[in-house]
């Protein structure tokens, strides 16, 4: 038997065929449906949204740098809930035409963008802050002090919300990290307009700037990182290639793996390719079943194409298989016992 390709099962099978399956991880296990995540997130975002534009009004009246700065970090957390929104939106369409995965990394290019938009922002900001210290600005310490108050009570309340949507979806759960950290940011801005307030020390504000510019730095460079990553078709974060390759070289009956490819074609949706040689008298369905089910039980990776095709003895001019495999070569050591998980797909 050569030439077995097939596509991993989802997690759950009930016997049927399962081509037409490509299961990635973001079911709604929870009970809450698609469209009450889409109401909180969009409550949410309302939230967000309405308070941002006073925030700015406030900044420019009290001529606070961190109220400001503030307002721009909290338009990165309503780009995170409405990417989040829009997503789901595109996850429901079926990948059809010229793509076949969907659109799905809409997500990462959004990402990329956004990421980068942190980084110029945080230049801008820590120019101003760094001028600020050297020149001090009059601040109104007290508006500061009740806008930031405010700001934490709708961070709270949105923070709330999300957590009540499926956090199992890595873009809602995205949103919620948004929101959850932006405290940090109104917190350090409380405290700067409280000083400001009681003591006129107005450098404070500069500080707490630059303290949320270094917040902005943190996510924008998190973001473009993780989205290079998956457009650059790196392996996903906490998989080894190496030690996965070593791992399905193994199991029982395999002699080979070559030709390893584990990407994400966005994030949390995991893919993985490789070409299987197996030993003459090996089962070529029994041993895809058994490593689709390893790949799903320890990876989280369902999405899987695998060639699986028996041994052929070199040729005359020394090459096997492949002329040209891509790649290292993951051999299994039949020296030593493979590790089982159930029934064994050859038995010698």
Same mark, same amino acid.
């Given at each position: 038997m050569t030439g077995d390709r097939e596509s991993a099962p989802a997690p759950r099978t009930n016997g049927h065929a399962h081509g037409r399956r490509h299961g990635h991880?973001?079911?709604?296990?929870?009970?809450?449906?698609?469209?009450?995540?889409?109401?909180l997130l969009g409550t949410a975002l309302a939230l967000i949204l309405t308070?941002? *534009?006073?925030?700015? /009004?406030?900044? +420019? &009246?009290?001529?606070?740098?961190?109220?400001?700065t503030d307002a721009a970090h909290m338009?990165?957390?309503?780009?995170?809930?409405?990417?989040?929104?829009?997503?789901?939106r595109i996850a429901a369409r079926p990948p059809k035409g010229g793509f076949t995965y969907g659109l799905r990394r809409a997500e990462i290019l959004s990402a990329q963008l956004n990421g980068l938009t942190l980084i110029l922002l945080t230049a801008y900001f820590t120019y101003e802050g760094v001028r600020r210290l050297i020149e001090p600005h009059a601040v109104e310490g007290q508006f500061v002090f009740w806008t930031a108050l405010?700001?934490?009570? *709708?961070?709270?309340? /949105?923070?709330? +919300? &999300?957590s009540r949507a499926d956090r199992s979806s890595l873009n809602v759960e995205g949103a919620f990290q948004?929101?959850?950290?932006d405290l940090f940011a109104f917190i350090?801005?409380?405290?700067?307009?409280?000083?400001?307030?009681t003591t006129g020390f107005d450098r404070a504000d500069a500080i707490a700037?630059?303290?949320?510019?270094?917040?902005?730095?943190?996510?924008?460079?998190g973001l473009l990182r993780d989205a290079g990553r998956v457009l650059m078709e790196a392996a996903p974060a906490g998989i080894d290639p190496s030690e996965l390759g070593t791992r399905l070289a193994g199991r029982p009956c395999v002699q080979e793996v070559h030709d390893l490819h584990?990407?994400?074609?966005s994030s949390g949706y995991p893919a993985l390719s490789a070409h299987v040689l197996v030993d003459t008298g090996g089962d070529c369905h029994a041993v895809r079943r058994d490593l689709q089910e390893l790949l799903r039980a320890s990876y989280g990776i369902t999405h899987t194409t695998l060639e699986v095709d028996h041994v052929h003895e070199p040729s005359g001019d020394g090459h096997g298989h492949c002329d040209d495999p891509h790649g290292p070569r993951h051999v299994g050591d039949t020296g030593t016992p493979h590790e089982h998980a159930g029934p064994a797909p050859c038995d010698h």
């Open positions: 991880g973001h079911g709604h296990g929870h009970g809450v449906s698609a469209g009450a995540d889409r109401r308070f941002m *534009v006073g925030e700015v /009004a406030v900044g +420019l &009246i009290a001529g606070s740098l961190a109220l400001i338009t990165t957390d309503a780009f995170a809930i409405a990417l989040a929104l829009v997503t789901m405010v700001g934490i009570a *709708v961070n709270v309340a /949105a923070t709330w +919300l &999300i948004h929101i959850l950290n350090a801005t409380a405290i700067a307009g409280l000083v400001v307030w700037s630059l303290l949320v510019a270094a917040l902005m730095l943190k996510a924008g460079y584990v990407w994400e074609v």
